[in-house]
């Protein structure tokens, strides 16, 4: 797949490849069936099965919806297989190295604090988008220090890149972003926790619309 000159903003679909194969590809065709920015393989891989093998068929379902996948962390896995780039939870100390090593094509996105410089970093190494974390008090993003709304509003101010949000955004907080200007939000359990995540896809992607119509016309 090659580099998508610009990545769409919107719903931003974190996977965790531990779950039970055949419910998690279950899962994920219906939800590809409404419009998704990205999806991101967790760094959570069960001790077995084939990483190559499940990365690769997240890969063709994605892309037969021309969506990208990003691997979080796992940088080495895009030479054996069709992931499209690299989230990073953290700079990585050797980054041009990285960077150098895969394709050109390939596309890189970091998780941001309340640490500006980490922005900065990002802005300067030209890097596709940042994802703020955590937003909300999150299960799946304990490790995360909550953000400070005026935090992403200063990041606007250093870089132009897409802004991302994520940890613990449900549906009955959400409406709290309104004030801030974004590109998409991250999740995880909202939506591959739910019975019917086809439906709870839908409703993040209307919220997310909500907002953007509301704040174009401020």
Request: proline share 3%.
């Amino acid at each position: 797949m090659t580099k998508i000159a610009k990545l769409r903003g919107g719903l931003y679909l974190v996977l965790d490849p531990s779950m039970n194969n055949e419910e998690l590809f279950a899962k994920l065709k219906t939800i590809l069936e409404e419009e998704i920015a990205i999806v991101q393989i967790w760094d959570n891989f069960s001790s077995s099965g084939d990483r190559v093998k499940l990365v690769n068929r997240i890969c063709d379902m994605c892309h037969s919806r021309n969506v990208p996948v990003f691997l979080n962390n796992n940088w080495h896995l895009m030479q054996s297989t069709y992931a499209d780039g690299v989230h990073f939870d953290a700079i990585p100390e050797d980054f041009e190295y990285i960077k150098n090593d895969l394709s050109s094509d390939c596309m890189f996105g970091i998780t941001c604090t309340n640490d500006l410089s980490v922005i900065s970093w990002a802005d300067e190494k030209k890097l596709d988008y940042v994802s703020f974390c955590s937003i909300f008090p999150s299960q799946t993003s304990n490790s995360c220090e909550l953000v400070s709304f005026d935090t992403i509003r200063k990041a606007r101010e250093i870089t132009s890149m897409p802004i991302f949000l994520a940890g613990g955004i449900q549906h009955q907080n959400i409406k709290e972003l309104e004030s801030i200007e974004f590109e998409g939000v991250a999740v995880v359990s909202g939506i591959m926790s739910s019975e019917n995540p086809k439906q709870a896809t839908r409703e993040y992607l209307s919220e997310l619309k909500r907002i953007k119509n509301e704040n174009s016309n401020d």
